[in-house]
């Protein structure tokens, strides 16, 4: 059972445009969303978060939206650059349980074209 | 500058071999994480502990254990190794109520 699902696999933006990931969650009970960036043959990094609290956290050129009621979260990168081109995945927790154990989505391939 | 370091970056094994992946860091971290990617598939979780001594299996603990006899080394083991574990494993530390820190990852192959 997929707790956490990003339904498109890859995705292709031209330079200097918005970016748009989205990511869905079926646990009601999560309340601590993170966003990480995996370059090939480097460990994922933390790139922004977001609690159950919030509908909105930006840092820069990023900005998570989460969608409670629709179970729903998407990082916004505006405007792109060819160096975000990665695979994005979105993660989930329950905050202060489980050591903050993280449920993980499939990823997404970003590939920003110049 | 913190770190999870992973003890090698590629590694070719055999079918039937004993395989120890080996995970360090150095941040006094409670909790460490052993998972794996694959394409399509995302990380999935194999083991986690939450301190020395202490394991919980993940998702996909078959045909993997582990070993925390010290707090900053998780050690995964490949009791037997199969082609199908050939896989990118990652390794992650983590202070409760916050989020993960990688390493590098190990590219196993199994032939």
Request: glycine share 8%; hydrophobic share 30%; net charge neutral.
């Amino acid at each position: 059972d997929q707790q956490v699902k990003q339904n498109s696999p890859s995705l292709s933006v031209q330079e200097g445009r918005i970016s748009i990931l989205n990511c869905d969650y079926t646990n009601s009970m999560f309340d601590y969303f993170l966003w990480y960036k995996k370059y090939p043959a480097e460990g994922p990094t933390f790139l922004i978060s977001i609690s159950s609290i919030k509908d909105k956290n930006e840092d820069g050129r990023f900005t998570v939206f989460l969608n409670k009621s629709a179970k729903h979260l998407s990082l916004h990168i505006v405007p792109s650059q060819p160096g975000d081109s990665a695979v994005y995945f979105c993660a989930a927790s329950l905050y202060y349980n489980q050591g903050g154990k993280l449920i993980f989505g499939q990823g997404t391939e970003l590939s920003v074209k110049p | 500058d913190v770190k999870v370091t992973q003890s090698s970056r590629y590694l070719v094994k055999r079918t039937g071999e004993k395989v120890f992946l080996e995970c360090v860091q150095d941040m006094d971290h409670e909790n460490m994480f052993w998972y794996r990617q694959d394409p399509g598939l995302g990380l999935r979780l194999i083991y986690f502990s939450y301190d020395v001594k202490m394991k919980e299996k993940g998702d996909i603990p078959e045909g993997y254990s582990v070993s925390r006899e010290k707090k900053e080394r998780f050690s995964l083991i490949l009791e037997s190794a199969s082609t199908n574990q050939t896989s990118m494993y990652l390794c992650a530390s983590s202070q409760t109520g916050h989020g993960y820190t990688f390493g590098s990852g190990t590219r196993l192959t199994v032939v």
